[in-house]
C-alpha cells in the first residue's frame, strides 16, 4: 500500500541530508575536491527526482558558493557566473561566498562578477591576502566598494591587518566579524558577534572599546593568564556579553564574575573549583587532550548543579566516567544532554543563533 507522504516531510529530509554532509561552513570549505563533490551530486540527484524536489535541492546546492584561485577552477567559476546570470533564480539562493583574496586581476574579476550577481549574500569568507604586498587594483577596489551587498558575516581568517581594514571599511554594517591577525583599527560600534584567533584579541579590544552592541565573543587562544583576562574586564564588554566560547582554555574567576548576562558558555572543563554564572541556560564542555589527567568529573558536574536557569548541556571528548555523571545531573535535573563522539568544528552557530 502506497503512503502518500506531504511534500513538506520530502523538503526537510533532503535540508537534513544536506546539514548532516555539509556541517558548518569552515568544514565544507576544508573538505576535499572529492568529498564536495559527493555531497553536491547527492543533491542534485534530488533534484533530478521530481519537480517537486527541484526548487529544495536547488536552494541547497548554491547556497554556499567556493571559488578558489583561477589556475585550477577558471572554467568553472567562469561557467557558475554565466548561470547565474542567464537563470536570477539561482542568484538568489546563494547565501555565502568563500573567494581568495582577489589580487590577481583576472581572477578578482570573474570574483567581483559573482558577488555583483548574487545580491542576498549574508557572508563572505576571505582566504589569502595574508602580505600586505598583495594589493588589489584600484579598479578592482573601485568595483567591490560599488556592490551594492550587506553582508552580515565577514569572515577575514586569512587576510593581512591591512586587508581586514579595508574590507569592514567597504561594508561596515557587518554584524559578525572573524580575523586572525594583529588587527588593531577600530571596529564598528554596530558589531554583535566577534571571532577572533591568536593574540589578535589584545590589539583589536584595545582599540575597539565600547561596543555597546557586542552579545558574541569567541576567543580562539589558551592565553589567559595576566595580560589578556586583565584587558577584557578593563574594556567593560564582559557584563554586556550573552555568548562566550574559548579554544582549549577556561576563563579565570575574576572574568567569570563580570558574566552577569551570560546565557552560552562553550569552554574546556574546569580544572579547579569554580562558580558559574547563574544566568547560564547552555554549558558546553570541549576537552583539550592536555588537560585530560588534571579533569575528576566532581569539578565538571558540581558548579553546573548550582544553576537556576540550564537548559542544555554539550559535551566533546570527556573521559566516558564524565559523561556518565554529567547524563546522571542533567536527568535529575531534566536538562537536555548532547554528547559528540567524534570532534566537532569548533565554530560559532549560524548568525541567526548568536544568543
Not at 536547488?58 to 567556493?66: E, G, P
Not at 533564480?89 to 568563500?98: F, G, N, P, T
Amino acid at each position: 500500500m502506497a503512503i502518500d507522504v506531504p511534500l513538506d516531510v520530502h523538503n526537510l529530509i533532503i535540508e537534513w541530508v544536506f546539514r548532516s554532509s555539509q556541517g558548518t561552513a569552515v568544514d565544507w570549505v576544508n573538505r576535499s575536491p572529492e568529498r564536495r563533490a559527493v555531497d553536491l551530486a547527492t543533491l542534485c540527484a534530488c533534484a533530478l527526482v521530481c519537480r517537486a524536489w527541484t526548487p529544495t535541492a536547488q536552494r541547497l546546492i548554491f547556497r554556499r558558493v567556493i571559488c578558489f584561485s583561477l589556475d585550477d577552477h577558471q572554467c568553472n567559476i567562469q561557467l557558475l557566473v554565466r548561470t547565474l546570470c542567464t537563470r536570477p533564480h539561482l542568484a538568489a539562493h546563494v547565501r555565502y561566498i568563500h573567494i581568495t583574496w582577489p589580487s590577481r586581476p583576472d581572477y578578482g574579476s570573474v570574483c567581483l562578477d559573482l558577488l555583483e550577481i548574487c545580491r542576498h549574500v549574508e557572508g563572505i569568507s576571505f582566504q589569502g591576502g595574508v602580505d600586505d604586498n598583495q594589493v588589489m587594483s584600484a579598479e578592482l577596489e573601485a568595483r567591490m566598494r560599488a556592490i551594492q551587498l550587506k553582508p552580515v558575516v565577514l569572515d577575514m581568517f586569512g587576510l593581512s591587518p591591512t586587508h581586514c581594514r579595508t574590507i569592514v571599511n567597504m561594508w561596515p554594517g557587518a554584524r559578525m566579524l572573524k580575523f586572525n591577525a594583529y588587527y588593531n583599527h577600530p571596529l564598528p560600534p554596530t558589531v554583535e558577534a566577534l571571532e577572533i584567533y591568536g593574540e589578535g584579541a589584545l590589539n583589536c579590544l584595545s582599540h575597539s572599546h565600547p561596543l555597546p552592541a557586542l552579545r558574541y565573543l569567541c576567543l580562539i587562544t589558551p592565553w589567559w593568564q595576566g595580560t589578556l583576562a586583565k584587558h577584557l574586564i578593563s574594556t567593560g564588554i564582559l557584563p554586556q556579553l550573552q555568548s562566550l566560547r574559548i579554544k582549549d582554555d577556561f576563563p579565570p574567576p575574576e572574568v567569570l564574575k563580570q558574566l552577569t548576562q551570560l546565557r552560552t558558555l562553550i569552554v574546556s572543563p574546569p580544572t579547579k573549583p569554580i562558580t558559574l554564572p547563574p544566568s547560564l541556560r547552555h554549558v558546553g564542555y570541549h576537552l583539550w587532550v592536555a588537560l585530560m589527567p588534571r579533569v575528576r568529573a566532581k569539578l565538571v558536574v558540581d558548579p553546573l548543579r548550582m544553576l537556576p536557569e540550564l537548559k542544555l548541556v554539550t559535551v566533546e571528548g570527556l573521559p566516558r566516567q564524565h559523561v556518565r555523571a554529567l547524563e546522571g545531573m542533567c536527568r535529575e535535573k531534566c536538562v537536555d544532554f548532547v554528547t559528540y563522539a567524534e570532534p566537532v568544528c569548533f565554530e560559532q552557530p549560524r548568525h541567526t543563533d548568536w544568543i
